[in-house]
């Protein structure tokens, strides 16, 4: 039978993850490790700052009051056994999408990858709306994509993040990353005991909707697939900088001994 972990980073009593869990039941076991409440944006942070509690609501479902990583970390490491251990790792449904520059940020997105460095293959699937959220279709072609990556395999070390417009899905579409032009807003105000709290937003000129990209696969209707990986090398640099491998050790030392000292 097969295994899946499902995680998120809407928290637990998400409509995305309950939508999720319940589509892929006819694809096999599922075992739901997710954060306690909301940790979108949280990346691949894993908490070492402080103790992490598990809670364990039945045989199939757990929280842990921390991010998308320390759920999967747990799930793979202590919370499943190795005759638990799950054939892949799907997280999701994100309310809201993940592309371009967006990945980095997503929870979503960073559970899927911890999976893949563990050696288990990770899916992360979100819907690309910002009100009236419908799983149901980004659901249903969860289950055909989940479906199709146990049955012809991943490449090693790859995860699929996987974007749903929504509405009606006109195909698929395999995509890069696409890249968008915003910057960030602060909002500055004060609370009721007078003290200032600051609140980050950001404001998009334009996104990356260049042929090829996420973007542009959702902006025609498409689900965009995104293939990525943890290793975060620029190749294409490699050559261009390979000059720095050129510099003589006594440089580097002669420089060093010319900068001036630091002041107490």
């Not at 899916?123 to 659901?139: G, H, K, Y």
């Not at 696409?178 to 709290?197: F, L, T, W």
């Amino acid at each position: 039978m097969v295994r899946i972990l499902l995680t998120n980073d809407d928290g637990i009593h998400s409509d995305g993850l309950t939508m999720l869990e319940e589509a892929l039941r006819e694809v096999g076991e599922v075992y739901t490790v997710a954060p306690a409440s909301e940790m979108s944006g949280a990346s691949h942070s894993l908490t070492l700052s402080r103790p992490l509690r598990i809670r364990r609501i039945d045989e199939r479902h757990w929280t842990v009051d921390g991010t998308p990583t320390d759920c999967v970390t747990l799930a793979l490491n202590q919370i499943l056994g190795d005759e638990e251990r799950p054939d892949i790792c799907v997280s999701g449904i994100n309310h809201g999408g993940n592309l371009g520059d967006d990945a980095t940020y997503s929870g979503t997105v960073a559970g899927a990858l911890e999976a893949t460095i563990l050696g288990v293959p990770g899916l992360a699937f979100s819907l690309v709306a910002r009100e009236n959220f419908d799983f149901t279709e980004a659901a249903r072609f969860a289950v055909v994509a989940v479906r199709k990556a146990l049955e012809e395999g991943l490449p090693e070390g790859t995860l699929l993040n996987v974007n749903i417009p929504r509405g009606e899905i006109k195909g698929v579409r395999v995509t890069r990353q696409g890249m968008k032009n915003a910057r960030p807003i602060i909002s500055e105000n004060i609370d009721p005991r007078g003290k200032a709290y600051y609140w980050i937003g950001e404001e998009v000129y334009s996104s990356g909707n260049e042929d090829g990209t996420d973007y542009s696969a959702i902006e025609q209707g498409y689900v965009s697939v995104t293939p990525m990986r943890s290793d975060m090398t620029n190749h294409s640099a490699l050559v261009a900088l390979d000059l720095w491998n050129r510099i003589p050790a006594a440089e580097i030392v002669r420089d060093a001994q010319d900068q001036p000292a630091g002041h107490d």
